[in-house]
């Protein structure tokens, strides 16, 4: 009768807040509904990737940063030789030890990781025990894994000033065709707040008939597998039109990306990669002189910021960037709140009451 009905195991435990009996009655529905696995750990891992993909839609390169995480844990278990660790049998006490491996691992720079990384192994082996769970494996509840606190304080956004902006936008030299197409790209970065991978996918079909617009308005489907709409504006457009006019002399039909490589033909249809863009918009910081630490992601928070400063609203910039959660917009809170604070010094009347 249970095994047909299955109910949250909440459902059993929201009536009562006694911790001795909430203990008392986990046990019970864990003996009755729960079974413990003769797989070892590292072989549930595979199933684990199939249920993120199948049952939770995440994203293939969150699945692809998921394995590369879990793999962190299974190196782990080989070192303490523990590789045939049935999930029931997980401690606390071996989630300590990994804690330990991670605070004492090197990147590939000879490093240690840094606290933010070592979240990113955690959060994957929180996700494995959520799996369990779901799967009604026995095993450690996921939330006997705690984040480190002072990795979750704000984060700093780094972004240009509209005079950089202007610097770099200048600096291609518009009178060679990759001039022009370089043009094109740091002027969609900037006019869209585009993903580097959202602009790397954009294709030359999605521009035809540009001929009598202004500005354009185009739907892409973004991180997560979410679409959303961006928005190219007149100036940006225009050298986008540009481009397309010089692309013409190079491209054939069969090649289908927006952005490809000048008079040089590559794999997959000759479009630019992740690693070109970056490497064209490193190019240009220097010429132009603005930051050398600008990236593609600079130009996107440029643009976030510039909307800010000009008074628009924090969720219409989480519908211009595709954040999932308004939490992820507001690390650009510090330009409302210079802004605000500039405001209040300059109309505060409190200095102008007597202070006697």
């Known amino acids: 009768m249970f095994a047909a009905n299955r109910v949250p195991l909440s459902s059993f435990l929201c009536f009562e807040r006694s911790v001795g009996v909430r203990y008392f009655l986990e046990i019970i529905i864990i003996k009755i509904f729960m079974k413990e696995s003769k797989l070892p750990m590292i072989c549930h891992i595979p199933a684990y990737l199939e249920y993120c993909d199948i049952e939770k839609g995440l994203s293939s390169k969150t699945q692809e940063n998921y394995a ?73 509840p996921s939330d006997k894994i705690s984040l480190p606190k002072d990795v979750r304080r704000e984060k700093k956004v780094k972004f240009l000033t ?46 035809v008939n540009l001929k009598q617009k202004k500005d354009l308005e185009l739907s892409i489907i973004g991180k997560g597998s979410h679409p959303r709409t961006v928005y190219f504006s007149e ?28 008079f040089s033909k590559k794999s997959d249809e000759n479009r630019l990669t992740k690693a070109a863009i970056e490497q064209i918009v490193k190019n240009y910081a220097v010429l132009g002189g603005v930051p ?15 909307l800010l400063s000009q008074g628009v609203d924090l969720r219409s910039i989480q519908e211009f960037l595709g954040h999932r959660n308004i939490s992820t917009t507001q690390i650009y809170t510090h330009v409302t709140n210079k802004r605000l604070r500039d405001i209040h010094r300059q109309f505060h009347s409190g200095k102008r009451l007597k202070n006697g």
């Open 68 to 140: 590369k995480f879990l793999q962190k844990f299974v190196l782990w278990l080989k070192t303490a030789n523990k590789e045939d660790l049935l999930p029931h049998q997980l401690t606390a006490d071996d989630i300590w030890g990994y804690r330990v491996y991670l605070s004492k691992n090197l990147n590939s720079k000879g490093k240690e990781l840094s606290k933010a990384t070592q979240n990113y192994y955690l959060i994957a082996l929180r996700g494995l025990l959520s799996y369990f769970a779901a799967k009604d494996i026995v095993s450690l």
């Open 292 to 306: 050398l630490s600008t990236t593609p992601h600079t130009l996107r928070h440029s643009m976030a910021t510039d």
């Open 162 to 207: 509209l005079e950089q902006i202007e610097k770099l936008l200048l600096a291609p030299d518009v009178e060679t065709p990759k001039g022009i197409r370089d043009r094109a790209i740091l002027e969609s970065l900037f006019s869209t707040g585009l993903r580097i991978a959202e602009l790397v996918a954009l294709n030359a079909e999605q521009f």
């Open 235 to 262: 100036r940006a457009l225009t050298w986008i039109k540009k481009y397309l006019e010089v692309r013409s002399g190079y491209c054939t039909p069969e090649d289908k990306a927006l952005f490809v490589h000048i």
